[in-house]
């Protein structure tokens, strides 16, 4: 088994994948060669990965080195973004087959009426393979610890998906028959349970509120990924040179002319700031690959499922991605990215290592099923975010060392450019790594372990017999 696994991994996620996709399709009845497409737009989604990687690390980690030595900060993990997680999570032992398994599970949960969900969000199971991969690491490369991570994790994720999925086709518009079924989304609703209930104990806060809609027309150009993410790249730049401006006599004397001396940072600044537009523009265009890829073999699988299913209800779990563009979401996202920033920066201080950078463009994705929770109300929006993301650098920050190993063993097997961490550095990534699932899940397999499986065990056990229970009496109330 070892050996089949090793020589899977060897292929790396930009061939295995294809295959394994083309399988899938031909599994659920589509053509061949439609199958294969679908197969190739993932295989070529994982090798744009690797580049706009590779373009991250080179680039940034002298300037985030040099900002860490100037300021004296202890900004020591490196945010390689989901594109990096992703190939850690589809390059190991757990991931390679962590699709076809979940698929499998999701099957049997749905006619034994444990869910109602149906996971076509195929793409995202990098989530599930990735705290999976990271248990499987931590333990000694234990397939038993790893698989064990990403199931429970794949099945307290189904059953959040059925609880909010009214709650969700309630606030949004169009979105009937559709849950959400993406673990770092449902990592949030707790937080925005809790602080929703607990703001709405202050007298009037309810009434405090900001125009979203008029705040998006607004930030105008600003609210672009590819200026906010030049903004951000430009700031880098120039807090790297500060010794630089500051002592820039000294600094001068090593060129011919001032000019040139002016010209050098210059160009390094606003090179800086290109390249994290490129980044932040670069990953959600790479992201559609994926989704063109994958919408074929997913609408294929909800044909499948409708057909079988005829009758009865089900939700057809969808991608975030349909609801991101909401006003608020957009708002709020781009309020928060600066705060975080310098958030991180000021939280270095008090053990947080964490600078988030690629995982910026992924801020939008928070607040999906916060949003259901809090009536879109921006001010509380904004605060359900500040706290979540304030207690994920955190997260990431603690398992920056098992997303090192695992992302190193990645390398050394595949020379995956995405799994390339800068020298120097730990590895780490604000998508799933800090959320409240993936982190909860880590803690137990890391700390407690025994223990932590029986515990998790006990609450996935838990939510899914609850689940049933309220699905069985609903069928039977309807009747």
């Not at 002319?257 to 160009?267: E, F, G, L, Q």
């Not at 999906?368 to 879109?376: A, C, H, I, Q, S």
């Amino acid at each position: 088994m070892e050996q089949v696994f090793t020589y899977i991994i060897q292929l790396g996620a930009s061939v295995m994948m294809p295959i394994l996709f083309t399988i899938i399709g031909l599994c659920i009845g589509m053509k061949f060669g439609k199958a294969l497409k679908s197969g190739l737009y993932v295989g070529v989604g994982f090798v744009g990965l690797g580049i706009v990687t590779a373009l991250l690390t080179t680039n940034f980690n002298t300037p985030l080195d040099a900002i860490s030595k100037i300021f004296e900060l202890d900004l020591k993990v490196f945010d390689m973004g989901w594109p990096a997680a992703a190939a850690v999570a589809y390059n190991t032992a757990v991931g390679a087959l962590i699709i076809p398994i979940c698929l499998g599970i999701n099957f049997l949960l749905l006619i034994t009426k444990c869910t109602r969900t149906v996971n076509i969000d195929l793409w995202n199971y990098w989530h599930f393979a990735f705290i999976g991969a990271v248990a499987y690491f931590v333990m000694d490369q234990s397939l038993l610890w790893g698989y064990f991570a990403a199931i429970s994790c794949y099945i307290v994720t189904l059953v959040m998906a059925d609880l909010t999925a009214e709650r969700f086709q309630g606030y949004y518009d169009n979105m009937e028959g559709i849950s959400i079924p993406q673990p770092f989304c449902q990592s949030f609703t707790a937080f925005a349970i809790v602080i929703n209930w607990l703001l709405d104990r202050i007298p009037g806060f309810s009434k405090l509120d900001i125009d979203a809609e008029g705040m998006k027309q607004k930030f105008g150009v600003l609210g672009e990924p590819l200026v906010l993410g030049v903004i951000v790249g430009a700031l880098i730049g120039a807090a790297a040179h500060f010794d630089h401006l500051v002592n820039f006599s000294a600094y001068a004397a090593g060129f011919d002319t001032t000019a040139d001396a002016v010209m050098s940072i210059t160009k390094s600044i606003l090179f800086l700031g290109v390249t994290m537009g490129a980044v932040m523009e670069l990953i959600p265009r790479i992201t559609r690959l994926f989704i063109d890829g994958l919408m074929p073999i997913s609408e294929k699988t909800q044909e499948v499922v409708k057909r079988k299913f005829k009758g009865k209800k089900v939700y057809i779990g969808m991608s975030p991605a349909l609801v991101i563009g909401h006003p608020t979401t957009l708002v709020v996202s781009l309020l928060l990215i600066p705060v975080t920033l310098i958030l991180a920066i000021a939280l270095s201080k008090a053990g947080n290592q964490f600078l988030p950078l690629a995982s910026l463009a992924g801020m939008f994705y928070v607040f999906v099923m916060v949003l259901p929770y809090t009536k879109g109300n921006v001010v509380k929006t904004f605060i359900v975010g500040l706290v979540a993301v304030t207690i994920g650098l955190y997260f990431v920050t603690d398992m920056a060392p098992a997303f090192t190993l695992a992302a190193n063993t990645v390398f050394e097997a595949t020379q995956d450019k995405a799994a390339q961490i800068p020298e120097g550095f730990q590895a780490g990534a604000m998508d799933f790594a800090s959320s409240l699932f993936g982190y909860v899940i880590y803690a137990c397999v890391k700390y407690i372990q025994w223990i932590g499986m029986g515990v998790l065990t006990l609450i996935t056990i838990s939510m899914v017999v609850w689940n049933r229970l309220r699905i069985v009496r609903e069928e039977t109330t309807s009747k």
